[in-house]
Each structure stands twice: as C-alpha cells, then as structure tokens.
C-alpha cells in the first residue's frame, strides 16, 4: 500500500488535515455542513453539550452531542471548490492513518448533510419553503478531474438536460442523494433535482453590467423535464457534494431553503429566521434516527 506524501496530503503542527485543522478524534459520524461560518454556531446551540470548537480560516467545526448522537457541523465556504477541500479532508479523517499516512484496511462511510440555501425554479416552491435534493446536476467542472462513471439513470438524465439546454461546456454531471437519508425528509420538503452553478452572477442568470452567454439558462432549467425528474432549484455545492460524496462512500443529502424565487422574482422577507427553521427540522430529523 503507498504511502501518501506530504505535498498531496498537508498536516499542520498538530498533525491535524491542514485547511479544516482537525484530528481524526475531533469529528463526529454524523456531519452537518453550512456555507457561513457564523451559521456554525446557529447549528451547535442546539447541541446537548459542544467538546470541539476549532477554525481555521472560513473553515469552522463544533463537535458535540445530540442526544446520543455524536454529531460535529463544519463550515464550507461558497462553492464546489470548497467542497472539495471539506470531502476529502473529511474522508482522510476516518479513511488515512494520519501517522502511517496510509489508507485503513476498513473504510468508514460518513453520513454528510447540507443545511444550505438556494433559490427556486418553479413557481409552486415559493420562498420560505424547503427543497430535499434528489439529485446533483453539475455545471461546474469540478467532478470531471476525478475518475467517476455515471450509471444508467444518471446517464439518461444527463443525455435529457444537454438536449434541453444546450450545456456542453464543460460537460455537465449528474450526481443523487444517498436514499437512506432522502427518505427521512419527505414531510414539509419538496424534492428534485438541484442544478449547482460554479457562480452567483451570470452563472445564475443575473444581469448586473454584463451581458449572458446564456440569457435563456433560467427559462431552460426551469422547463426541463424527464418522467418524474424536474429541476427545482439551484446554488453552489449539491452536485459536487453528492459526486465525491458518492465515490469517496460516503452517504450524502442537501437540504436547502428557499430564500429567492427566480420566476416569480421574490425574496424571503426573514431569510435568517428560514434557516433557523431548517436547522431545528434537520436536528429534530437526526435526533429522532
């Protein structure tokens, strides 16, 4: 077994992974993820009792106890970028022996939730409401410099969306939600497929003072269809989440609050209280599993 070097896996001085400044006994089973840093603290008050607290630039964890449940919440920052920074240091947490700097003989599937926000693109999921994301769809590039292989499904979804919106460039990937923990969020959720963009502005279709390459993007994800599947909402991390979430054999589900609607050009008049909301119903969710 080869044994990794240091320039591919980094160790500050602790000899914890250096972006997230964790040791291997610093993190929890259970991973809730956010964005913003300061929504760390909005998960962790609702811990039982909290034993880790470390940061490391925007990378923020609190680990502690729900319960019974051991559970830590780790900041991600904006974009797949990040995410894969957090995946893979993550992974390396349970998977590498950190002193040996070799994979583990048995490997240990984490179970990863996203608590984020994301807007809307249908009209029947207004603002304030909930979106449990069935599937990735990634039109950013990140999972192409991993070796991945669709399987059937994700392969018939990917073929319908490139016919329907003309995205080729880079070539788009599908990616799903673990259904061990989709199905926990059926009650108060709305479910389908998150589109993750690899911006906020033109990315997303928003005009400021430049012009779109792609000024139909908002009209084509939203009428896109393929038996029961249907493009609800986007943001920023769900595709790649689920992608290294999946080859990396971890079990994976992005939860996101609605705070815009981008048919019907709404915001969410109380955005920080909706994502309060999520939390406690992904809490009260976890504790209850």
């Not at 139909?216 to 769900?238: A, C, D, K, P």
Request: charged content about 20%; hydrophobic content about 40%.
């Amino acid at each position: 077994m080869q044994t990794i070097a240091a320039s591919e896996l980094i160790l500050n001085s602790r000899g914890a992974v250096y972006h997230l400044d964790l040791l291997p006994e610093e993190l929890a089973p259970w991973v809730i993820t956010v964005g913003d840093p300061d929504r760390v603290k909005e998960v962790s008050k609702h811990f039982d009792r909290t034993e880790v607290e470390r940061q490391h630039r925007e990378f923020i964890t609190h680990t502690g106890w729900l319960g019974s449940k051991r559970v830590s919440v780790v900041s991600t920052g904006i974009g797949t970028d990040n995410i894969d920074i957090v995946l893979n240091e993550l992974d390396a947490l349970v998977n590498i022996d950190l002193e040996t700097r070799r994979t583990k003989e048995t490997l240990q599937s984490l179970h990863i939730i996203r608590v984020g926000t994301s807007g809307s693109l249908q009209t029947d999921i207004p603002v304030d409401a909930f979106v449990a994301s069935t599937h990735g769809i990634g039109i950013d590039n990140l999972l192409h410099f991993y070796r991945h292989e669709p399987n059937e499904e994700a392969q018939a979804i990917l073929q319908a969306f490139i016919t329907h919106t003309q995205l080729n460039n880079p070539l788009p990937y599908v990616t799903s939600a673990s259904v061990g923990l989709l199905k926990n969020f059926v009650q108060d959720f709305h479910q389908g497929i998150t589109v993750t963009c690899p911006g906020f502005y033109a990315p997303q279709g928003r005009v400021l003072r430049l012009g779109l390459a792609f000024p139909e993007l908002v009209e084509h994800l939203h009428s896109f269809q393929l038996g029961r599947h249907r493009i609800t909402n986007f943001e920023m991390e769900t595709a790649a989440l689920y992608g290294l979430g999946h080859l990396l054999g971890h079990q994976c589900l992005s939860l996101s609050a609605i705070v815009a609607n981008r048919r019907t050009l709404q915001f969410s008049k109380d955005s920080n209280l909706l994502i309060k909301k999520l939390i406690i119903n992904t809490l009260q969710t976890l504790d209850s599993l």
